[in-house]
């Protein structure tokens, strides 16, 4: 076992070390793609749950419990930007899983202007991000897992491709209802460019646990992100001030709570600094980077919701359906 996480750590780092840092190509690959994580403040590698849509943040977290389970997902984004994905994963033998997935994000119709300023049609504009997963348990409380990823990218006439992998760690003692987890994400590089220059992906790596209360229904996640530097770039134009270092401090948590009343219902809220400082405006950003979800298993199908406020005008809304192929066999 210990062999085992060392090996994976080793080729955790060597990835890291090859990786840069973004400069905006495949920006998409950050959106949170479970609702779960949405409500938990959009990011999180560390709760453990039947939850395929887990496996986007996390590869660690494909269960053998989500042998035949299929995922749906869609999100509404400001200015009429929409989302998906889709994911099945398959059990294969005790100790492991595999499972494929799509993500997309299809930003809608453009107007294409000439350098006059004179209508020229219209031209769309959509991301895509194919994954293959697959997952070992390591021992009874270790698990590991990897994610491979095809990514494409259409600007009109211009295509972009690149390929990625997740990597990730995830730690489960039932005894004390405590997980842990470490993930680095979208480690690769642009293989075909825009134009002439090649830019990096919005590689991260991210590290978490989740604990549940001992006496209540409630349980409690902390997650660090942005670990692969400890400053930020001034995210308004003009600022020149850099942030204390407590702000700086801030913008790498993401925080999460749940409550769990019962096995078939979840209620979760979230807080990430970072959201909620860089995009306030001279006014305020009241309830910015603040999220909120929910979700309920009716009979074979698991069905979750969230909701992310950015800033006073964006908004983003996300629902997630999950059920088992084997549900429905005679």
Not at 110 to 124: A, H, K, P, Q, V
Request: hydrophobic share 40%; with cysteine; proline share 2%.
């Amino acid at each position: 076992m210990r062999k085992t996480v060392t090996a994976f750590l080793c080729i955790f780092s060597v990835f890291s070390g090859i990786a840069q840092e973004s400069s905006g190509v495949f920006d998409f690959l950050t959106l949170p793609v479970s609702t779960r994580i949405e409500a938990l403040g959009g990011e999180n590698v560390s709760v453990v749950e039947n939850d395929l849509s887990l496996v986007f943040h996390n590869p660690a977290a494909l269960l053998q419990e989500m042998d035949m389970d299929v995922n749906l997902g869609f999100q509404s984004y400001l200015g009429g930007i929409k989302a998906g994905n889709v994911a099945f994963a398959k059990a294969f033998g005790s100790y492991n899983v595999w499972g494929i997935g799509v993500n997309y994000v299809n930003y809608g119709t453009m107007t294409r202007t000439t350098i006059d300023n004179l209508d020229n049609g219209e031209f769309s504009v959509k991301d895509m991000c194919f994954s293959g997963f697959f997952s070992r348990d390591l021992s009874d409380r270790w698990k590991g897992g990897v994610t491979a990823k095809v990514i494409y990218s259409a600007l009109e006439d211009y295509t972009s491709a690149g390929l990625a992998v997740d990597l990730g760690l995830s730690y489960y003692n039932a005894d004390a209802d405590f997980s842990f987890g470490l993930a680095g994400r979208n480690l690769g590089r642009q293989i075909k460019t825009y134009h002439e220059i090649r830019e990096s992906l919005p590689w991260d790596i991210q590290m978490g646990i989740t604990k549940r209360l001992a006496h209540a229904p409630v349980r409690v996640s902390v997650t660090a992100v942005q670990l692969k530097q400890w400053k930020f770039k001034p995210y308004r134009e003009g600022k020149d001030k850099e942030d204390s270092f407590v702000t700086t401090f801030f913008k790498h948590v993401v925080f999460g709570v749940e409550l769990l009343p019962s096995d078939n219902l979840w209620i979760a809220l979230g807080y990430n600094p970072k959201v909620g400082l860089d995009m306030s405006l001279e006014s305020g950003n009241k309830l910015g980077g603040f999220s909120a979800g929910a979700g309920l298993r009716v009979r074979a199908f698991n069905i979750g919701a969230s909701v992310s406020r950015y800033h006073p005008s964006a908004t983003a809304f996300h629902l997630n359906v999950t059920t088992s192929l084997g549900a429905f066999k005679n």
